[in-house]
């Protein structure tokens, strides 16, 4: 499969291994993609995470659908940027992994994620157990190749509903096929929750105020998983009195309540 531990996954190599408590890695993100956003960040830190946790289990299960308390956002990662990555695993056995972590660009932090909690799931439903306590091997020693990672297309998405500084609206088309499937997962395919979460940013940021960023990402929670072709309704409305904080939310075709969350902005005069 070409695409296994190419598409969809963001570490090179780990540089430091303390089983069952912690890690740091690296990934270099390719200098020839349009962008590396930081829900991509995120994933590459929870990626470590999961590493550390499926090797403590001995690759019984692996943690699916992380949920992060808060996600700050410090800075962008560039094309060409090298990440470096670090988690510190809390507490972990076959129900779940508890962790932090964080990535940095040379010095400077870029991304930090705090209480988060990754369901461990059945390894078999998702890959082979045998290829990934390989690739393990691989990165905790030469590493893999890098620039294997060629970016991701953007999933259709048609404009919906738009009130004016109030709510915004889309439809999100999940691509029947797509080369990251073949990493998320090799055996199941799911639309990434860092990929989602992505689109909801740039959805919320049509209501920002001039200037605003995104500064953190709060009480993050997927309710199901996504599967190719699923399509999505998806909203980003303003907290009552409060133009800084956008409410994210994703219904399936059915209405049933896909995912939360609540994007804060900063502006510079905060």
């Known amino acids: 499969m070409p695409d296994h531990f190419a598409a969809f996954s963001f570490v090179d190599r780990i540089?430091?291994?303390?089983?069952?408590?912690?890690?740091?890695?690296?990934?270099?993100?390719?200098?020839?993609i349009a962008a590396f956003p930081s829900c991509l960040v995120a994933e590459a830190v929870g990626q470590l995470a999961a590493w550390v946790a499926m090797e403590h289990i001995a690759f019984r299960g692996r943690p699916v659908a992380a949920l992060a308390s808060e996600t700050r956002f410090h800075g962008e990662v560039r094309p060409g940027d090298t990440l470096h990555l670090g988690v510190e695993i809390e507490q972990c056995d076959d129900e779940a992994v508890a962790y932090s972590g964080w990535a940095r660009v040379n010095d400077a932090l870029v991304i930090e994620l705090q209480d988060c909690l990754g369901p461990m799931l059945p390894v078999d439903e998702f890959d082979s157990p045998a290829a990934l306590a390989e690739r393990l091997v691989l990165l905790r020693g030469a590493g893999a190749a890098p620039g294997r990672f060629h970016g991701v297309v953007a999933p259709r998405i048609v404009a919906g509903e738009c009130v004016a500084g109030e709510s915004v609206s889309a439809t999100l088309h999940v691509p029947e096929a797509a080369p990251f499937f073949g990493d998320h997962f090799a055996r199941r395919p799911v639309f990434p929750a860092t990929l989602l979460l992505d689109v909801q940013i740039g959805l919320a940021m049509q209501l920002a105020p001039e200037g605003a960023v995104p500064e953190r990402m709060t009480h993050v929670k997927m309710r199901s998983f996504i599967a190719p072709g699923d399509v999505l309704q998806i909203e980003a409305r303003r907290a009552p009195g409060d133009a800084k904080r956008i409410l994210l939310s994703a219904r399936s075709e059915g209405g049933k309540t896909v995912a939360t969350a609540r994007l804060e902005l900063s502006t510079e005069e905060t």
């Open 15 to 32: 540089t430091a291994f303390a089983a069952g408590k912690s890690a740091r890695g690296e990934f270099a993100v390719p200098p020839g």
